[in-house]
């Protein structure tokens, strides 16, 4: 069982950077393959990049180049740095984890932290 907790949403300008982190519970954090998702409002939740537990990491297309994931086993942590944000990347940003970096599902998800860009 692993729950998870987000934190370092807000409200920033467009240009500017945040940084989320995801504190997990539990000893088998570092095999878990681990990722971000996000929801704007009226539309579908989409995912954003994921990192393997040997630090592979996966961006989606409209990300790439702007954020960055990783992790650190030692602190049962992940992060999302977000830079050069837009009005679009506006959402409620989850973490999420799955059992390993073969599982297709992802079973453990945080209750999410708002991110909104203004313009």
């Known amino acids: 069982q692993v729950q998870l907790v987000e934190s370092g949403g807000g409200l920033v300008q467009a240009g500017g950077s945040l940084r989320l982190s995801c504190a997990a519970s539990g000893r088998a954090f570092s095999r878990y393959a681990v990722g971000w998702f996000r929801q704007a409002p009226g539309k579908q939740r989409e995912w954003v990049a994921d990192?393997?537990?040997?630090?592979?990491?996966n961006y989606a297309d409209s990300v790439k180049g702007r954020f960055t994931i990783s992790r650190d086993n030692a602190k049962n942590t992940m992060y999302l740095q977000m830079s050069s944000l837009k009005p679009e990347d506006t959402a409620v940003y989850y973490c999420?984890?799955?059992?390993?970096?073969?599982?297709?599902?992802?079973?453990?998800w945080g209750q999410g932290t708002q991110v909104t860009v203004s313009s």
């Open positions: 990192i393997t537990s040997g630090g592979n990491t």
């Open positions: 999420a984890a799955r059992s390993s970096d073969y599982a297709t599902r992802y079973d453990y």
